[in-house]
């Protein structure tokens, strides 16, 4: 892999509930993701990775932080260089059924990028809108139709040509999968895969099935609580987890009993995870792990490289990581 596309640096969004409350959605994460890679994104609902994706794309504005897009810092852009950021960077929603405009025909849906960054006769809008749904696997003839009309596998397939439509190198993916029958999941997964190979696409893929997040990811970054506390290639995070949240993670991943010798037992966490609104002052895992000591209750600990390219948070990964 070359070098990064996207990097955050200490990235913050944090959202005020009341006058004396702060919601700690996204707190000191750090991402770097290179060219033409998937970074993989987990971790349980409501740990800040839909608003992490967000934040990068400037969806929402960042509270503190630096989101650097090709080596230029894009929390700062305004106006034309913000709109020049926008054609290059996209996302795929996870609901197909409400981020489809269902008063407008799917053609329509499709070219409203196009429109405002890329200016086309109304032939070549046409030909465009061909193009893009025959890259999705769709034929000409759903661009006449209503999104109301098609199958949630279908409608995922039109969000992935919209996305596409303005050909950028950056798609954040939140839980495109999600809302999706098993079976059609698979063939969503699998497009996205070949869509990168054939345009060199960058991704950020988030989800909570970990079995698709390993098919698609060249790494995997496992979010707790807003905070990043672990790191590293699919292969090693699957095969070697070392905080014990994604040990946890991995864990729980079903497997088929063929024999029915019940071949692992689930240790399953215990508590609840703490509030982001007040969020420990520690390790924010501490309270539900069992490895805690006194100095994850005091301190929070650094994401730190164990090994290359391996990055835990966690102040005795020399024992649960074993």
Request: charged share 25%.
């Amino acid at each position: 892999m070359g070098e990064y596309l996207v990097e955050a640096k200490n990235l913050c969004k944090y959202f005020q509930v009341d006058r004396h409350h702060t919601l700690k959605a996204v707190d000191g994460v750090n991402i770097a993701i290179r060219k033409g890679e998937t970074l993989g994104l987990v971790g349980e609902s409501g740990c800040g990775k839909t608003t992490c994706g967000r934040t990068l794309l400037r969806l929402y504005e960042a509270t503190s932080g630096e989101i650097l897009f090709d080596g230029k810092d894009i929390s700062k852009l305004h106006g034309k260089e913000l709109m020049q950021f926008k054609h290059r960077a996209q996302m795929v929603f996870q609901d197909p059924y409400s981020s489809l405009d269902p008063r407008m025909t799917i053609g329509e849906i499709i070219a409203e990028g196009m429109d405002v960054h890329v200016k086309l006769s109304g032939k070549e809008r046409q030909q465009r809108i061909a193009e893009l749904l025959a890259a999705v696997g769709l034929t000409e003839q759903f661009a006449s139709r209503f999104a109301h009309e098609l199958s949630g596998g279908q409608r995922q397939r039109v969000g992935i040509a919209r996305a596409l439509a303005v050909d950028p190198d950056f798609i954040v993916c939140d839980e495109p999968i999600s809302a999706l029958d098993v079976s059609i999941q698979a063939q969503i997964v699998n497009l996205l895969i070949r869509l990168q190979r054939e345009r060199g696409l960058t991704y950020l893929f988030i989800s909570h099935d970990l079995s698709m997040v390993k098919h698609i990811s060249d790494r995997v970054g496992v979010m707790y609580l807003g905070s990043m506390v672990e790191m590293a290639s699919s292969k090693e995070i699957f095969s070697h987890p070392k905080h014990p949240y994604t040990q946890a993670l991995m864990a729980a991943i079903p497997e088929v009993d063929f024999d029915g010798e019940g071949k692992k037992t689930i240790e399953r966490l215990q508590g609840e995870v703490p509030s982001p609104i007040n969020p420990p002052a520690g390790c924010r895992f501490a309270a539900r792990c069992k490895y805690a000591t006194d100095i994850c209750r005091q301190e929070m600990p650094k994401l730190v490289e164990l090994e290359p390219d391996h990055f835990v948070a966690c102040h005795h990964c020399d024992v649960c990581g074993k």
